[in-house]
């Protein structure tokens, strides 16, 4: 019978993609809890992988520190958008359902290091992280909240950039945050922009490229207009490193580059130099 | 008529673009040239104008008349040259109270290797906070295209008027059917569905009011249009320069903070 023991247990063994993670970038297969342990960093190209925006947030904020805001506020379909494949409100309400969020941007008040700010992260596996008139009111009002309650803002970004179902009033988004970060700059208060991947289109067009310091994860892709429209546009094969985070502190765009782990001290550390 | 149409319309080659406007609008214009950073962008223009006594700071994107002249400008699609122009010069307007006109026709913003490499993206964020603060009234018109962050990198204003056969989106109708309807020639289903049209812009309350452009559009009837454009505008910034420059500022983040306002 050992057969039939052996195929037992060979049904037994996972399948190898829950016990391994691929590393996008440079195709290393490490271990799955090791992966998700470095909050998913590759140990071989480092390699900083995408991340929800509640693990980001519990990566800054100072543990048991975060409370939600404005959670309330959700997407709004004022288009009554469909395409080819469907209506928007059935799309996004499978997302909010799958993720549990209510937008691409998560909010709220945190102590980071002690002290009082806005922290809010932007999730990638919210439709792309891109932005709707949701995330738009969402960052608003964190904005307002700040120059109320005198905190810093500390937001990152993780974004496809607008949200094409939401139309003009998505682009409307970029103007109305731009406004709302400026005022909040403008309060002597600062935004620290940490940029992750992707930031991208209309997202790297407004807030997300406005931080009195913009800090950037190793290798993550920031820029305005993608890779495949340069090209056709200018029949040139682009640099690999193009639009790099690195790229971009070559050329005056990111102050910074810094590795998760040190996100959060370098955030501290900067806001104590900034008076706070 | 079809969103396809008027998208059709809004590209015509015809159709009057910046000189032109300057031409039959303006008793005088002073060109000022540069960003004094690195470039002067051509597809992003403006300098000093006079409109029917009115002396004002006029910018706008520049599509360029001839073969020539397209090409130097990128047929409107500006670099970030163009918009750190476009903010020196309203610097300029805000300093010696001067009001702002802009005149927004562009595909978008140009998708270069230098563009990126100069911050496309840094450039257009900068030019919307920067244009949401401004002590001096704006006034937009969207006389053609209005593509996307190029466009509104110039288009936060007291005032936004939209010729009637002009349209103003967050991603051309053929990238939007390229990307939600996998098929780029799904254009015309896409443009429906964006809602673009001058007046699906004023029900959204993204546009403020509606300029015909006369017999057969803008592009048959030029003097029309250009006419019109002046009529309003001149209109518009009557009753702007009325307003105290801290109303002002605050009534125009109250404008744009309300646009999509979660309810
Ligand atoms: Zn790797």
Known sequence: MAWLEEMTAAANVPPAKDLWQVCPRCGAYVPKAEWNAANPVCPRCNYHGRMKARARIALLADEGTFAECHADVSYSDHLAFHDATGAYKDKVEATVKKTGEGESVTIGTALMGGIPVMLGAMNFFFMGGSLGTGTGERICRACEQAIAERRPLVLCSASGGARMHEGILSLMQMARTSAAIGKLKAAGLPFISILTDPTTGGVSASYAMLGDVNVAEPGVLIGFAGRRVIENTIHQKLPPDFQTAEYLEQHGFVDKIVERKDLKAFVVKTLHYMGF | MKAIEIVKMARDPKRPHFFDYVKGMCSDFEELHGDRLAKDDRGLVGGFATIGGEKCVLLGHNKGATVEE????????????????????????????????????????????????????????????????????????????????????????????????????????????????????????????????????????????????????????????????KKRVLAALKELKKLDKEELVARRYGKFRAMGRFN
């Open chain 2, 70 to 229: 397209n090409v130097a400008a990128n047929f409107g699609m500006a670099n970030p040259d163009g918009y750190r122009k476009a903010m020196r010069l309203m610097t300029l307007a805000e300093k010696f109270g001067l009001p702002v006109v802009t005149l927004v026709d562009t595909p978008g913003a140009y998708p270069g290797r230098e563009a990126e490499e100069r911050g496309q993206a840094e450039a257009i964020a900068k030019s919307l906070e920067f244009c949401a603060a401004l002590k001096t009234p704006i006034v937009v018109v969207i006389v053609g295209e209005g593509g996307s962050g190029g466009a509104l990198a110039i288009a936060v204003g007291d005032r936004v008027l939209m010729l009637e056969n002009a349209v103003y989106s967050v991603i051309s109708p053929e990238g939007c059917a390229g990307i939600l309807w996998r098929d780029g020639s799904k254009a015309a289903d896409a443009a429906e569905a964006l809602k673009i049209t001058a007046a699906d812009l004023k029900r959204l309350g993204v546009v403020d009011e509606i300029v015909p452009e006369g017999a057969n559009g803008a592009a048959k009837s030029p003097k029309t249009a250009i006419a019109n454009v």
